[in-house]
């Protein structure tokens, strides 16, 4: 199978929080893959990071430059006869992407939405999320009949692991719960749960990595708090407990693998982009005046308030900021800048405030604390990350937090900005296939670490900076 390092292989790289994450580079020589671990039946288990998502949708190229599909790619050469499957969409098909339009002087980029053709059939849900939305059954994976190793699923969340029927296409009506990514890799009318996929699949493999839970909050996020589950102690609760459900299927029999704890929402760009008052000195600069960024009162009371610096406006929102538009005061009508005016400030869809960020931190904390729990307490699996002491891939320390800030890796510098910093695509929140190289790269370290492995880690650098 090619390998997508396109030079020879040597562990130069860049150090980032205690992390050396290493790539290809000219003139040296290919070390020999090695392992004690037998990875010839990788399983990969998430959700919209695993899948492959980028640029808000998922295509076959996408999924080609999954993680997932990327280590696989580099612990072949350590396991004759490994081989690793992806239910991969047909060129052209899937539920379409964004594309880049152009890069304005104001620095806000504009896409546009590329559809995906050759659908099965197409349902109008009006109660979906943010608004009516267009579910789209696509066509049915190859691997249909056999799981595929890769069991990323777009859009899963862990409430729904047990949902009879949420990949059987009668479920796909307005208001019930269906996934089509779920959909098209199991046979026609099928009502396996998702925890019945990875019992089945985990049962015919020597390896797995376990990245799931960030769709669970990425709706209320995404939509400043308007829609999603809440995050709450109902929340946080049942995500635990279903995290445990599937971990006890990839760990037993002593199943070797490596467990991935969620990185902070604050470090991706549909938040980081638009901090408090790090915007608002942005746009002062940008229109040269000191005018304030005003939001709605959270509470809904019709109130507004001056931004603060724990307040989040959504990236999505940033072009708009400023605009001119209509807004009826008393009986006039008048034209203000969106968000710089005390009477059209920003609404609350467009913002991610204190007491909701608040929220979702709680819950993933509580999350993660219980995957390092579960990772060194139940299964004592021995992957333990050189930044601390603890069990799990931690992927903040690791790579979220040095992407965030400005790291250079073989003269190619990798930032949080979207498009320009190489490792998030045009949704704000899944990765290039750089990115995904280097969140690849995190987990191999940790793998080589763990088990004193030596798998060559892959040159980033290499691969393009979309996957359309």
């Known amino acids: ?104 002087a ?39 009949g056999t799981l595929p190793q890769n069991l990323g699923v777009p859009g899963l969340v862990l409430s729904q692991i047990e949902v009879s029927g949420l990949g059987n296409e009668t479920m796909a009506a ?5 996934n089509p990514y779920f959909e098209r890799l199991l046979p026609a009318g099928s009502d396996q749960t998702y925890l019945q996929a990875v019992t089945t699949a985990a049962a015919a493999s020597t390896f797995f990595t376990f990245f799931l839970g960030l769709d669970d909050l990425l709706p209320y996020v ?68 000191d005018a304030l960024v005003y939001i709605e009162d959270p509470i809904g009371l019709g109130n507004t308030q001056p931004i603060t610096d724990d307040d989040y406006v959504l990236a999505t929102a940033l072009p708009r900021i400023g605009q001119p538009t209509a807004v009826l005061v008393g009986a006039t009508t008048l034209m203000l800048p969106y968000g710089r005016d005390i009477r059209n400030p920003l609404r609350d869809a467009d913002v991610l405030d204190k007491d909701e960020l608040s929220r979702v931190s709680v819950v993933l904390n509580s999350y993660n604390n219980e995957l390092d729990r579960l990772a060194t307490d139940v299964y004592k699996m021995p992957v333990i990350t050189p930044a601390k002491k603890q069990s799990t891939l931690d992927l903040d320390v690791l790579l979220f937090n040095p992407v965030a800030g400005s790291v250079s890796l073989a003269g190619v510098v990798y930032t949080a900005e979207p498009v320009r910093g190489n490792f998030f695509s045009l949704d704000y929140y899944s990765l290039t296939p750089r990115g995904n190289a280097l969140l690849a790269n995190a987990f191999i370290s940790a793998f080589n670490k763990a088990y004193r492995a030596n798998i060559p880690a892959i040159d980033a650098n290499s691969l393009p900076t979309s996957a359309q």
Not at 39 to 60: C, E, I, Q
């Open 1 to 104: 199978m090619k390998n997508f390092c396109l030079t020879p292989w040597h562990r130069a790289g860049f150090v980032a929080a205690a992390l050396l994450l290493n790539a290809c580079a000219p003139n040296q020589d290919t070390p020999t893959p090695t392992t004690r671990v037998d990875v010839s039946r990788y399983l990969a288990v998430g959700d919209t990071y695993t899948a492959g998502f980028s640029a808000g949708g998922l295509t076959r190229v996408s999924q080609e430059y999954s993680y997932p599909n990327l280590i696989a790619r580099q612990l072949q050469g350590a396991s004759n006869g490994a081989a690793f499957s992806q239910p991969l969409l047909e060129a052209g098909t899937g539920a379409g992407y964004f594309n880049l339009v152009d890069f304005p």
């Open 106 to 144: 104001d620095g806000f980029f504009r896409t546009r939405r590329v559809e995906g053709r050759e659908v099965r059939s197409t349902v109008i849900n009006p109660m979906a999320c943010s608004g009516a939305d267009t579910v789209r059954l696509l066509a049915r994976s190859a691997t249909a």
């Open 174 to 178: 307005p208001g019930a719960t269906f």
């Open 222 to 289: 995404r939509s400043g708090g308007q829609c999603g589950p809440v995050p709450n102690s109902t929340l946080s609760s049942q995500m635990r407990q279903n995290a445990k459900k599937i971990l006890d299927q990839l760990t037993a029999g002593g199943r070797p693998g490596i467990i991935a704890r969620l990185p902070s929402f604050a470090t991706l760009p549909i938040l980081r982009s638009g901090k408090g008052l790090g915007l608002q000195a942005r746009l002062q600069s940008k229109f040269s005046d």
